[in-house]
């Protein structure tokens, strides 16, 4: 699915910015053909002019001189001094070809060289274009009175350097426009590759998210069910303990749903975050309160480490969201801690950040579990998965801290152990912000 998504998407934008491209070049090549042959026909007009000009004045006539502004490369000229022809080339194509030209004249406009019509000369010539061995020429008649008579005069102009400029401008954006369109289709496969990418991992995510979930209901459902199988046809005395049995499988299998729609709330950017002025100090002795007595029972040694501050720390924040993330900590530190260790909870002021801990004296942590156990439904081995824990305590603390602009890892503790971390930004005396909060 998701490379056949990729795949119409790279075309689409491909076809979709190839057309812009190809509609841009052809008004561009359009632009600069019109501008080329404009720019030819004035230096054409400007040539015969200088030509005209030269046999107005009379005198011998200087093909040299002529040569010298209507280029021979280009230019053909035949004169005719009152009906006697001077050819100017004395290449046969070129006679051949001002045959034809003449010919054209007399038979589609009635121009003849021999008896030109009178009042013809630089002001008004007879000029049109004629097609001659795939080359287009502009052609030119005109009449020259002079003291002498009268000269016509025939020009053809070989507008070859004009066509091989067009096909050569054709060429250069053909190569562009192509060399264009391969780096935009590997462009567009790289970019929706990348847009792609985070909705494919999302997808796979929730795939793994489902499967994980059906997983963990399946078994408190299954104990339940056989449970009340059980009680159904068990003595009256045992039916009190089947009971039990369900209702804290019961119990369980709502803290996963719990868990499972707070994670869903944070994914759909749901989740309400209640931010207010929150003091340390009074947060981590309502926390350390309900925590002692518990870590008392089994045998843990639960401390509080709290800075020496002048005035009571304040941090803009979600306060039972917080409260919420310390809990999860110390849950699983009580829950993984050896009876007789030692669990330390406190905070410290890092930079403009407020850094939280909760060390514990437990197994610790592999490396290579470091970065993963924030991942959803992840407990390790089978020496971590303790019943009442599905691995998604601390992906929610995680999302909690996200939400806060904060930041949360696990390192190892000095003389075995582990120690959580998490920041949040720092409160600003006067200011009703936190940095990078509100």
């Known amino acids: 699915m998701y490379k056949k998504l990729r795949r119409k998407m790279t075309l689409f934008c491909t076809a979709v910015t190839g057309i812009i491209l190809l509609a841009m070049t052809f008004a561009g090549l359009l632009a600069f053909k019109n501008l080329l042959e404009a720019n030819d026909a004035a230096v054409h007009d400007k040539d015969i002019n200088s030509v005209l000009t030269y046999l107005e004045n009379g005198g011998m006539i200087d093909y040299e001189k002529i040569s010298a502004v209507a280029d021979p490369r280009f230019y053909t000229i035949v004169l005719y001094e009152n009906g006697v022809s001077y050819t100017y ?118 795939m793994q998210f489902v499967a994980s979930a059906s997983h963990e209901l399946r078994s408190p459902l299954a104990v339940m069910l056989s449970s009340a199988d059980a009680m159904a046809v068990a003595d009256e005395e045992d039916r009190p303990g089947f009971h039990e049995m369900i209702k804290a499988e019961g119990q369980r299998m709502s803290r996963l749903v719990n868990d499972m729609l707070s994670l869903a709330s944070a994914d759909n950017q749901s989740w309400s975050m209640h931010f207010e002025k929150v003091s340390l100090d009074t947060l981590f002795s309502e926390v350390y309160g309900r925590y002692h007595m518990l870590a008392k029972k089994k045998g843990l040694k639960l401390h509080i480490s709290l800075p020496e501050c002048e005035e009571n720390p304040i941090v803009l924040c979600d306060g039972q969201r917080l409260e919420q993330v310390l809990d999860i900590l110390l849950d699983n530190a009580v829950s993984y801690t050896p009876q007789g260790g030692t669990i330390l909870l406190g905070y410290e002021k890092d930079g403009t950040k407020w850094k939280f801990f909760v060390a514990d004296s437990g197994p610790g942590i592999p490396d290579k579990w470091k970065e993963r156990i924030f991942d959803r439904f992840f407990r390790g081995d089978a020496s971590r998965k303790e019943k009442k824990h599905f691995g998604l305590g601390l992906s929610i603390a995680g999302e909690i801290v996200r939400l806060h602009k904060g930041k949360i890892w696990v390192e190892d503790r000095k003389g075995g152990g582990s120690v959580f971390y998490f920041t949040v930004p720092g409160y600003r005396n006067g200011s009703e912000k936190a940095d990078g909060l509100l």
């Not at 004009?162 to 060429?171: E, F, R, V």
């Not at 053909?174 to 590759?193: H, K, P």
């Open 89 to 206: 080339s004395p290449e046969k194509e070129k006679q051949k070809l001002m045959e034809k030209v003449i010919q054209r004249a007399e038979n589609a406009y009635g121009f003849d060289v021999y008896d030109p019509p009178a009042g013809r000369g630089k002001e008004k010539p007879l000029e049109f274009s004629m097609k001659i061995n795939h080359t287009e020429h502009m052609i030119t008649f005109a009449t020259v009175p002079y003291r002498h008579g009268t000269f016509c005069v025939a020009v053809s102009y070989a507008r070859e350097t004009l066509n091989h400029q067009i096909w050569y401008l054709y060429l250069v954006f053909a190569v562009i426009d192509l060399t264009a369109l391969v780096l935009l289709l590997l462009f567009s496969w790289f970019y929706t590759g990348r847009m792609l990418s985070p909705i494919e991992n999302n997808r796979t995510k929730q």
